[in-house]
Nanobody, 123 residues
Framework: QVQLVESGGGLVQVGDSLRLSCAASGHTFSNWHMGWFRQAPGKDREFVALISSGGSTTSYTDSVKGRFTISRDNAKNTVYLQMNSLKPEDTAVYYC????????????????WGQGTQVTVSS
């Protein structure tokens, strides 16, 4: 059974930074592509960032390019999302997810999800 636990969310001001972490257990972490998604109140869940199983390839949604960085430490079974220059529109619950078969931006391709961590950016 794969388990994903996010942490690092909180309430910050515009322009601040946060680093989200997602600790994985129950599987060979280095075999899985990992993604970050977010869901704002009243909106659909959206893709944020993605990193390949080995960490060599990443992908971002346009709205976070240049501000967010996804990384992973396979020795620690952890994936990170460094978020800089935060904006009010980044306010959402952030979820990490694991995909074994597909390097994908589609949430439907991810078989395991964490419980989410709230990020609130105040102006």
């Amino acid at each position: 059974q794969v388990q994903l636990v996010e942490s690092g969310g909180g309430l910050v001001q515009v322009g601040d930074s946060l680093r989200l972490s997602c600790a994985a257990s129950g599987h060979t972490f280095s075999n899985w592509h990992m993604g970050w998604f977010r869901q704002a109140p009243g909106k659909d869940r959206e893709f944020v960032a993605l990193i390949s199983s080995g960490g060599s390839t990443t992908s971002y949604t346009d709205s976070v390019k240049g501000r967010f960085t996804i990384s992973r430490d396979n020795a620690k079974n952890t994936v990170y999302l460094q978020m800089n220059s935060l904006k009010p529109e980044d306010t959402a619950v952030y979820y990490c997810a694991a995909s074994y078969y597909r390097y994908s931006r589609r949430g439907a391709d991810y078989g395991y999800w964490g419980q989410g961590t709230q990020v609130t950016v105040s102006s």
